[in-house]
């Protein structure tokens, strides 16, 4: 089975920086479609950005297009969602999923335990 685990969260100003980073174990991530989700209190889960299992076809969604980047490293099989510009809005439980039937990230078959992100304003 494979594992995620999320990395890099915390408290961060209006307007800061954080890279998140999540990395899988007992299965390499070479043939998976990885993303990123977020789930506020009192929200539904949505999805953030999505990558390719070759890296050249991505998805952001419009609320943070242009702010956040998503990449891969495979070799150390981790997946990474720089955030630029937080606003409090995106203050989240951010989860790290796997899809490996690579539908961009429409079936996640994997889910991390998530990693709190909190913009204060």
């Known amino acids: 089975q494979l594992q995620l685990v999320e990395s890099g969260g915390g408290l961060v100003q209006s307007g800061g920086s954080l890279r998140l980073s999540c990395v899988a174990s007992?299965?390499?991530?070479?043939?998976?479609?990885m993303g990123w989700f977020r789930q506020a209190p009192g929200k539904e889960r949505e999805k953030v950005s999505c990558?390719?299992?070759?890296?050249?076809?991505?998805y952001y969604a419009d609320s943070v297009k242009g702010r956040f980047t998503i990449s891969r490293d495979d070799a150390t099989s981790t997946v990474y969602l720089q955030m630029n510009s937080l606003k409090p809005e995106d203050t989240a439980l951010y989860y790290c999923?796997?899809?490996?039937?690579?539908?961009?990230?429409?079936?996640?078959?994997?889910w991390g335990q998530g990693t709190q992100v909190t913009v204060s304003s």
């Open positions: 999923a796997a899809d490996p039937l690579e539908t961009m990230c429409r079936d996640i078959r994997n």
């Open positions: 007992r299965f390499t991530l070479d043939f998976y479609a």
């Open positions: 990558i390719s299992s070759h890296g050249d076809n991505l």
